[in-house]
């Protein structure tokens, strides 16, 4: 188990540095090692980190397989974090494969879960990437309203990054559907409340609209 440990922060290291076939075979002799001692934690958290590596340089069914794997391993250990975790290994590799729907699926039952356990800042990410998924399919109000309840949860857990990364991705959405004109003034509240009118709608349902508007004077202002 040492040895499997080490093999994994090599892993991490090489993909890291860019250094994704050093990874792959790293995260795969770790997954086999774990197997022959059979811990089976082990063996799921290395598959998971498989499967990103093995998306990352463009083995995406091969990837899909090793999470597969590490859910089934999830599953079968009761671990509520380990499953979160390999579907958003899923999730990822779907939307590489080009599946959408598939990747929406997931990404979905991702969210279930994650509000299940309270485990926020995955939450924040699922929902994200569901609003990416959302996005490309042409559903824009339901991509616009994934990505704010995301940056909700990262503004309340003050991660920084994440929040600047959500809203890029509105104001990319923004630039996209509006006509240059939009931004020849600085942009109000009231006109983000109707360009999102839908999905503001329904975020205030649950947070309430002063809250929703001090995110926006907040956030785009």
């Known amino acids: ?3 499997c440990g080490a093999l994994m922060g090599l892993g991490n290291i090489a993909r890291g540095e860019g250094r994704l076939d050093g990874a792959v075979e790293k995260y795969r002799r770790c997954a086999e090692m774990a197997r022959e001692v059979e811990h089976k934690r082990s063996e799921a958290v290395a598959l998971a980190s498989l499967a990103v590596a ?11 397989e090793a999470a597969e794997r590490a859910l089934g391993l999830a599953q079968r250990l009761g671990s509520e974090s380990l499953q979160g975790q390999a579907l958003q290994v899923l999730g990822m590799v779907a939307g590489a494969m080009q599946d959408y729907e598939a990747a929406i699926g997931v990404w979905v039952e991702a969210i ?25 399919v042409g559903e824009a109000s339901d991509a616009v309203g994934c990505w704010l309840r995301s940056l909700l949860l990262f503004t309340e857990l003050e991660n920084h990054a994440r929040v600047q990364t959500v809203v890029l991705a509105l104001r990319g959405h923004l630039e996209h559907e509006m006509d240059p004109v939009f931004f020849e003034q600085p942009v109000t509240v009231e006109q983000l409340r109707e360009v999102w009118e839908e999905a503001l709608c329904v975020l205030e349902k649950d947070y309430g609209e002063e809250r929703v508007d001090q995110l926006l004077k907040n956030t785009f202002l």
């Open 1 to 3: 188990m040492a040895e």
């Open 112 to 136: 279930a879960l994650f509000e299940q356990i309270g485990d926020r800042p995955n939450l924040g990410l699922a929902l994200f990437n569901l609003g990416g998924m959302m996005a490309v």
């Open 54 to 64: 093995l998306s990352a340089v463009g083995e995406c069914s091969a990837a899909g």
